[in-house]
């Protein structure tokens, strides 16, 4: 399945009749998950209204190179960072021709000069504009630096001239966009991912929680959105950079923990719990500061929620994967955690090696299921989360 799920792409439309499907467009590449921003060239500009494609987009319609509102006047630099995917359609004989001189004249060319994303092209002209060896000639520079050109249809034009030249269908330029992106059996799937440590107050000061820095839950959550998941992330306590691209959800707490993935876990099709959560609170934490009095000083514990054994238990449950943190005996408390929670497979993670595990890039781990014990040697983090999602794929989609 073609999916262009988490996937930011920009819709240059430039001067041409055709100008005039570009909301079609817009529609088409959102029906397969993307989120569309839209340059409109002078040219373009002339066929279609600013607020029409504002109001089909759902976002701000970009057109001026010299914005003064754009941060640092560098829109064409954020729009570059923001970007997965350029597309220009209708693209005119024009704007083929700046691209392939690599002008920088406006907007979008300078968009496409600092950009180094995919870049397809959908031309739309007149029949004899089209193959005049000018524009052939422009394709095929733009072909051998491998832009990717969208063919266009033959037809009556609006000039009244029947051939090659109309701007190809809505859906099958869509359709060609979402080709340039790798699809895996997690495209348009849901995943819940719980990530970090979280914090168990003593008093408004103090509080027990572990060392987890929530790395390994984000490599998860790059990968998934990088297979084509949408991704809820319910975090904790962490020191590494939230994506963008996920729905974020801070907690403190386990309780709060418990409390946001219950309120979203219905209608995913994945939770991975890789969250470092404290198994106890303080019973009657203080609202004011403990001071010192030279007395021992005893906290009473009691138990948290078990966040992925109450997953488990739902009556329509996803697939579940949770993580083993443990420090001796490792695989045999793994496989009873697995067996007792009813998930569907376990990672289990030596944290008693402090050259992997909590609060380090590396990790090594064991993929435990009903049927597989397979490790995956030490290496980075975001390679080990992929590597994971592999085997998942294998063993549980």
């Known amino acids: 399945m073609n999916s262009l799920t988490n996937k930011h792409i920009i819709l240059g439309v430039s001067g041409s009749i055709s100008a005039y499907k570009a909301p079609d467009i817009v529609?088409?590449?959102?029906?397969?998950?993307?989120?569309?921003?839209?340059?409109l060239t002078k040219g373009g500009a002339k066929f279609i209204t600013e607020l029409s494609l504002q109001s089909i987009s759902k976002n701000k319609v970009h057109y001026n190179l010299w914005d003064e509102d754009a941060k640092l006047g560098m829109e064409h630099i954020e729009l570059a960072k923001w970007v997965d995917a350029i597309l220009i359609a209708p693209a005119s004989a024009n704007t083929i021709a700046n691209i392939a001189l690599g002008k920088a004249n406006d907007l979008?060319?300078?968009?496409?000069l600092v950009s180094d994303t995919p870049l397809?092209?959908?031309?739309?002209?007149?029949?004899?504009?089209?193959?005049?060896?000018?524009?052939q000639d422009n394709l095929s520079t733009l072909i051998s630096r491998h832009i990717i050109i969208i063919k266009p249809?033959?037809?009556?034009?609006?000039c009244g001239d029947v051939g090659i030249g109309r701007l190809a269908e809505p859906l099958s330029i869509a359709k060609q966009?979402?080709?340039?992106?790798?699809n895996t059996k997690l495209t348009g799937k849901k995943v819940l991912i719980t990530l970090g440590a979280t914090i168990e107050a003593i008093d408004p000061v103090r509080f027990i929680s572990n060392h987890s820095s929530g790395k390994m839950g984000m490599a998860l959550v790059n990968a998934c959105i990088e297979m084509g998941a949408s991704v809820t992330c319910i975090y904790g306590n962490i020191t590494t950079i939230l994506n963008p691209k996920s729905n974020n959800i801070p907690i403190i707490s386990a309780q709060q923990m418990h409390t946001k993935v219950m309120d979203n876990i219905t209608g995913q099709d994945i939770f991975i719990a890789c969250a470092a959560v404290?198994?106890?609170?303080?019973?009657?934490?203080?609202?004011?500061?403990?001071?010192?009095?030279?007395?021992?000083?005893?906290l009473e514990l009691l138990p948290n929620k078990d966040i992925l054994a109450d997953v488990c238990k739902l009556?329509?449950?996803?697939?579940c994967i949770g993580f083993a943190a443990e420090t001796q005996n490792t695989l045999k408390k793994a496989k009873k955690k697995l067996k007792n929670k009813g998930c569907d497979a376990i990672i289990l993670n030596d944290v008693s090696n402090a050259y992997f595990g909590f609060n380090v890039d590396e990790n090594e781990v064991v993929f435990l299921s009903q049927n597989l014990n397979k490790k995956i040697a030490k290496k980075s983090k975001k390679k080990v989360a992929k590597k994971i999602l592999e085997i998942f794929i294998k063993e549980c989609l």
């Open 153 to 158: 249809e033959s037809g009556e034009q609006a």
């Open 177 to 182: 966009t979402a080709s340039q992106f790798i």
């Open 315 to 319: 009556k329509e449950k996803p697939i």
């Open 120 to 135: 397809l092209i959908a031309p739309a002209m007149n029949l004899k504009m089209y193959q005049s060896h000018a524009l």
């Open 27 to 39: 529609r088409r590449l959102q029906d397969l998950g993307a989120q569309v921003k839209v340059i």
């Open 278 to 298: 404290s198994d106890f609170f303080v019973k009657n934490a203080k609202n004011q500061k403990i001071k010192k009095d030279g007395k021992n000083l005893i």
């Open 108 to 112: 979008l060319s300078s968009v496409i």
